[in-house]
């Protein structure tokens, strides 16, 4: 089975800093990584993904995130956060080659940007 | 397109009822999959279901149980809650099965249990 540590619980953050979001995993078989943003009171909305290619992957808003198989680390990134930011951010593998794609969660990153 | 909907929004409920949760898949959509989330934890796979037939099931007993339609949408049944079923179940779709696809979450359906 696989495990999602996300190593922070809450990180406040003053706008325009730059922020990083720290997760590891833990898996016996090759994964998918994702980064997934919750709104309060909404459902999860993807961020991003590493599937395979580049270990670089990027949103549209400016979040990214780099895969480090060395590390088993997949931590997000972005160099100027802004007010509408704040959310709670959750990491998330599942495992590559299989036909069930379910999802394994970290508890989740609390990003709270201060003006 | 309409994203993947979910009814109710909120329920609250008491202790050894019995409660149906509703998931519309996005339009095109022929897998589900619930989760359950409970306040501070990261969301815990429940089931997957794929052209009507359930492909994976979660570490949830036997209280919890699904199913899928022709339509591709989806029931979530919970009989004899507990107070620590109190959570949001979220549901998510997907086009196929597989790790690759991306699964689009619904808003959640928010229990409470008393």
């Known amino acids: 089975a696989q495990s999602v540590t996300q190593l922070d619980s809450q990180v406040p953050v003053f706008e325009e800093a730059p922020v990083e979001l720290r997760c590891n995993y833990s898996?016996?078989?090759?994964?998918?990584l994702f980064w997934y943003v919750q709104y309060p009171n909404q459902g999860l909305q993807l961020l991003l993904k590493?599937?395979?290619?580049?270990?670089l992957v990027e949103s549209i808003n400016g979040f990214e995130a780099e895969f480090n198989k060395s590390q088993t680390s997949f931590h997000l990134r972005k160099p100027s956060v802004h007010i509408s930011d704040t959310a709670e951010y959750f990491c998330?593998?599942?495992?590559?080659?299989?036909?069930?794609?379910?999802?394994?969660f970290g508890r989740g990153t609390q990003l709270t940007v201060w003006p | 397109d309409a994203g993947v909907t979910q009814s109710p929004t909120h329920l609250i409920k008491t202790r050894g009822q019995h409660v149906t949760l509703r998931c519309s898949p996005i339009?095109?959509?022929?897998?589900v999959s619930w989760y359950q989330q409970v306040l501070g934890q990261g969301p815990q796979f429940i089931f997957q279901?794929?052209?009507?037939?359930?492909?994976g099931r979660g570490n949830f007993p036997d209280r919890f149980s699904a199913r899928q339609f022709p339509n591709y949408s989806s029931e979530l049944n919970v009989n004899a809650l507990l107070l620590g079923d109190s959570a949001l179940y979220l549901c998510?779709?997907?086009?196929?099965?597989?790790?690759?696809?991306?699964?689009?979450f619904g808003p959640g359906t928010r229990l409470l249990v008393l």
């Open positions: 998510a779709s997907s086009f196929l099965r597989g790790g690759q696809e991306t699964q689009y």
């Open positions: 898996s016996s078989v090759s994964v998918y």
């Open positions: 590493y599937l395979s290619g580049s270990t």
């Open positions: 998330a593998v599942s495992e590559a080659g299989s036909t069930l794609g379910r999802l394994y």
């Open positions: 339009s095109g959509h022929k897998s």
């Open positions: 279901y794929y052209e009507k037939e359930e492909r």
